[in-house]
């Protein structure tokens, strides 16, 4: 032992120490003393186990692991957690084992302290295998016991409260792995504390000039408005009081790294930035909510289509609270946000608020399944992933969405984006294996090349030298890759072999109608030739084979069929669906496909084509069966209304059909019809609005407008 060090032992702490005693008090409040004596216990294990050893800020260690379990003790934690955040680092870093512990304090409590040690105990030849085996470790730990994770947060904390001690390539790195890792977990399990907390100080350890900067400009911007908003802080409050209400008010800021996001992200200025700050309102019931609402909407004018009820519908992650914007004095909004107690834990301490209710005897606001199924997710990527670094990889992408993550047979991984089909992936691995695709499996299931991608998958491709490319892929490709891939191979074929590729195609989907093309009376194929004006049968056959017809589409127009034909067929300016000259095409009513929807067609010889949305339910069973599906696409300038259909969540008012069926017609939009859905007792309606409408882009803004309605709770797409 140094000098240094027996130095500092002198100073050492033990259960006298006011640090101790203040956090005695804490876990006094809501733990029984035999569980805090089983904490004392562990504390004066640790203070042994520590004895001497020093952080790099000088302090005794002991301050780091007593810290970390204070932190934890302001979101009531069990004892076991707290016991285990003492001990977290006495496996690591001194003589007792995890027998020890286990012998004094319990299977539990080892495994916890055992759990957070293996984290970061196993190094590796780079930093990157390094990174990804501790998370592998992570999730591993987080998966046997959530509060694992917590414990490390708490960790992660209290040492980038203390990093200026270390150098600063250990610092950016911690840093850095925090931002991209430790926060963006605590945030996935609703812990939006510590979330905060966490980011704030490793942006300010990573960018330390820019946090300065903003820093300072919030400092500045809240003297300008201190006095206004303890104003308007003071008004509520009284007001809220004269009327009966027992509620607590705050004023709250955005934190640094939330507003540097928002200025990064909508690349905004600071002067546009008018969420920096807001008022919130503590109350006892939902009740007292919605009442606290009301009497602040009397007091102050509220912005329109700000108000989001988030009580009546949380949101995905359980969240609940009203929001509103009011108009201020000089025409400053200000945000409000109004929810009971219990919500503004959950809001705050998200899944760590499970403990917290565990010790009341209360149920928690909402179960866990969510958060659950996310770390099952990832622990799956951990088993299929190839190797630390397509681990980490991936673990990535799921903390930052935007990408789907694939597994080749092999277990490389390989990032694509968003709503990439089997073809784009098998053009993201080779050209070839797109060129001779010939068939594909996706985890083992046959799977048709339009099939959408999600994260996860392993997905196999086989190839077949006599295989080319389909040109009906294009309608459905979504990478620039596969796209250009395909367009040069069928440019790069002769005329003379688009037409032999032509004919292929067009006898092969005629089999599927039984017939060859010598059985089609001269009649009808001139009709049919004169439709995609095409002077002679090779012409056609180019067209199919140089991707600009659907051979399915064209076999099934000359087809015999009972169907009538088209009237005005030869024209084809009023084509809405690509390839489809000729035939009959009706849309699907169970989905109501629009302009903009990536689409599906189902192909019978009675119906002709009817086209369904990708997403439609109630074509999984017909895809499964055969060959009847077929990928479509839009015409490129479609002039034409369709039928959509939304959902519209609404308030049991009087009068609300009416207000709602003005809203559209105001921006008009005609109601086709409209349906009443009154079979759910939760006091609020469902009604089915069917409209006329050109597209997607369109029903977007008519949602978006009807959103904003206070009185409409949710508003979406039908889907089937
Ligand atoms: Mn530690």
């Given at each position: ?104 304090f319990g299977v539990k409590v080892a495994e916890l302290v055992d759990g957070v040690s293996k984290l970061d105990k196993l190094s590796f030849s780079t930093k990157e295998e390094a990174d990804a085996a501790n998370l592998r470790k992570m999730i591993l730990a987080m998966s046997q016991d959530i509060r694992v994770i917590l414990i490390k947060l708490a960790d992660r904390k ?134 606290s609402l009301g009497i602040i909407h009397n007091l102050y004018t509220p912005v329109p289509g700000r108000f989001k009820d988030y009580i009546a519908i949380p949101k995905s992650n359980g969240y609940q609270s009203l929001h509103t914007s009011i108009i201020g004095p000089h025409g400053l909004p200000i945000e409000i946000q109004i929810r009971t107690k219990d919500m503004n834990i959950l809001a705050e301490s998200g899944i760590a608020s499970h403990w917290f209710y565990k010790s009341k005897n209360i149920p928690s606001l909402k179960n866990y399944t969510k958060e659950q ?348």
């Amino acid at each position: 032992m140094d000098k240094t060090s027996i130095i500092k032992n002198s100073r050492e702490f033990n259960i006298s120490s006011k640090k101790y005693l203040d956090f005695k008090k804490k876990i006094s409040k809501y733990l029984n003393p035999y569980q805090v004596k089983k904490i004392e216990k562990s504390f004066n294990l640790a203070c042994d186990a520590h004895k001497g050893q020093v952080r790099k800020s000088g302090e005794a260690y002991i301050h780091h692991p007593l810290s970390a379990a204070s932190l934890l003790a302001d979101f009531q934690l069990d004892h076991e957690s707290i016991m285990a955040a003492i001990l977290h680092d006495v496996i690591e870093d001194t003589e007792i084992g995890k027998e020890n512990l286990k012998k004094s304090f319990g299977v539990k409590v080892a495994e916890l302290v055992d759990g957070v040690s293996k984290l970061d105990k196993l190094s590796f030849s780079t930093k990157e295998e390094a990174d990804a085996a501790n998370l592998r470790k992570m999730i591993l730990a987080m998966s046997q016991d959530i509060r694992v994770i917590l414990i490390k947060l708490a960790d992660r904390k209290h040492n980038l409260e203390t990093i200026d001690a270390l150098d600063s390539k250990k610092r950016k790195k911690i840093g850095k792995e925090t931002l991209e890792i430790f926060a963006p977990i605590a945030l996935r399990l609703g812990i939006h504390s510590l979330n905060k907390e966490l980011e704030d100080l490793a942006f300010e350890t990573v960018y330390p000039f820019r946090y300065a900067t903003l820093r300072s400009m919030i400092q500045k911007s809240r003297g300008n408005r201190k006095e206004l908003m303890e104003k308007i802080k003071n008004l509520i409050e009284k007001k809220l009081q004269d009327e009966g209400l027992n509620t607590s008010v705050v004023a709250r800021e955005k934190h640094v790294y939330g507003l540097y996001k928002k200025m990064k992200l909508k690349e905004f200025k600071f002067s546009q930035i008018n969420d920096l700050f807001g008022v919130r309102v503590i109350s006892n019931t939902v009740d007292d909510c919605y009442r606290s609402l009301g009497i602040i909407h009397n007091l102050y004018t509220p912005v329109p289509g700000r108000f989001k009820d988030y009580i009546a519908i949380p949101k995905s992650n359980g969240y609940q609270s009203l929001h509103t914007s009011i108009i201020g004095p000089h025409g400053l909004p200000i945000e409000i946000q109004i929810r009971t107690k219990d919500m503004n834990i959950l809001a705050e301490s998200g899944i760590a608020s499970h403990w917290f209710y565990k010790s009341k005897n209360i149920p928690s606001l909402k179960n866990y399944t969510k958060e659950q199924q996310w770390i099952t997710n990832l622990l799956s990527i951990q088993k299929d992933s190839g190797n630390p670094k397509e681990y980490l990889k991936s673990i990535k992408a799921d903390l930052h969405p935007g990408k789907v993550y694939v597994f080749t047979p092999k277990g490389n991984i390989l990032d694509l984006p968003k709503r990439s089909t089997i073809i784009d992936y098998a053009y993201a691995v080779h050209t070839d294996l797109g060129n001779n695709y010939a068939s594909s499996k996706v985890d083992d299931l046959p799977a048709s090349p339009s099939t959408i991608l999600k994260n996860g998958q392993r997905v196999e491709i086989l190839v077949n030298k006599k295989f080319i490319p389909d040109p009906g892929w294009l309608n459905f490709v979504v990478t620039e890759k596969a796209r250009h891939s395909i367009r040069a191979y069928l440019k790069s074929i002769k005329k003379i072999d688009a037409i032999a590729l032509g004919k292929k195609l067009l006898d092969y989907s005629l089999k599927d109608f039984d017939i060859q093309l010598n059985d089609i009376p001269k009649k009808t194929l001139n009709i049919v030739l004169q439709e995609y004006s095409c002077e002679t049968i090779d012409d056609l056959y180019a067209e199919i084979g140089l991707g600009n017809s659907i051979a399915k589409l064209v076999a099934m127009r000359i087809a015999p069929t009972d169907m009538p034909l088209k009237e005005n067929s030869a024209s084809n300016t009023d084509i809405q669906i690509r390839g489809t000259e000729g035939l009959v095409v009706s849309y699907a009513k169970c989905c109501y496909p629009i302009p903009g929807d990536p689409i599906l067609g189902h192909i019978s010889q009675e119906k002709g084509v009817v086209v369904h949305r990708q997403k439609c339910r109630s074509l999984n069973h017909m895809k499964k069966s055969s060959d009847e599906t077929l990928d479509l696409s839009w015409a490129d300038n479609v002039d034409d209304t369709f039928s959509a259909s939304i959902k519209v969540e609404v308030e049991n008012v009087r009068g609300v059909l009416a207000m709602i069926s003005a809203q559209i017609a105001q921006n008009d939009f005609n109601i086709e019809s409209v349906t009443y859905d009154d079979t759910k007792t939760t006091g609020h309606n469902i009604m089915v609005f069917v409209i006329s409408i050109n597209g997607v882009k369109e029903l977007n803004k008519l949602i978006k407008k009807l959103k904003k309605n206070s009185n409409i709770l949710n508003v979406e797409r039908k889907r089937s």
